[in-house]
């Protein structure tokens, strides 16, 4: 008779890391989080990717995840376009709409600051212009790949979108391996408050 335990279902696995992962983020004082945060909105405007971009794609911050408003007001100011995301509950997917500043944000679904619907939808299908995505997650591991609070909404976005993927995230959050599966999409570079990574 064979000893081997199964493994715990894929599901099981990752919530047991976001469960961990959230701990931890919540024990960051406010000061270090500011510090840190900071930093990579400070390396994000040096990345190549960044700089040559005409259209950038961000995130509106939730409690706790780095704030990246920084990095938005920096690429106005430098003549780019931006856009954030808005979410469609009942088909799990979104669309990235342009603002044209961070007023035009408001709360609105799983209550997330968002763009109105009557706001201009990139459609990266349409729009030759280089884009730059930058990503949010809980945790990422060294190949760049990620978890988030498990919707599957930037997996199901980034499929499809052919700029480029950087991940956001703090240095001590990134780990050997996360719980993957087929569907899961890997970002092309990992940007922290210490250094700019390369997933291998």
Same mark, same amino acid.
């Given at each position: ?38 930093? *990579?909105?400070?390396? =994000?405007?040096?990345?190549? &990717? ?6 950038? +794609?961000? $995130? ?60 201009? *939808?990139?459609?990266? =299908?349409?729009?030759?212009? &280089? ?6 997650? +809980?945790? $990422? ?60």
């Amino acid at each position: 008779m064979s000893n081997n335990i199964p493994a715990p279902p894929l599901k099981e696995r990752k919530d047991l890391v976001r469960r961990q992962y959230k701990a931890l983020r919540g024990s960051i004082s406010n000061e270090e989080r500011a510090r840190r945060d900071g930093a *990579i909105c400070q390396a =994000a405007l040096d990345l190549v &990717s960044f700089r040559y971009a005409d259209i950038v +794609l961000l $995130y509106a911050p939730m409690e706790q995840e780095i704030d990246v408003f920084p990095i938005a007001r920096a690429a106005l100011q430098k003549g780019k376009q931006i856009a954030f995301p808005r979410c469609d509950a009942q088909s799990k997917t979104m669309e990235y709409h342009f603002v044209t500043s961070l007023s035009q944000l408001s709360v609105s679904t799983y209550g997330i600051r968002e763009p109105g619907a009557e706001l201009p *939808i990139y459609d990266h =299908a349409a729009h030759s212009n &280089s884009a730059v995505c930058f990503v949010p997650g +809980l945790v $990422y591991d060294r190949q760049g790949y990620r978890l988030g609070y498990g919707m599957g909404f930037y997996d199901r976005y980034l499929s499809t979108f052919h700029g480029c993927r950087v991940g956001v995230i703090y240095s001590d959050y990134i780990v050997s391996n996360v719980p993957r599966g087929r569907f899961d999409i890997r970002c092309d570079i990992l940007l922290t408050e210490k250094n700019v990574r390369v997933p291998r």
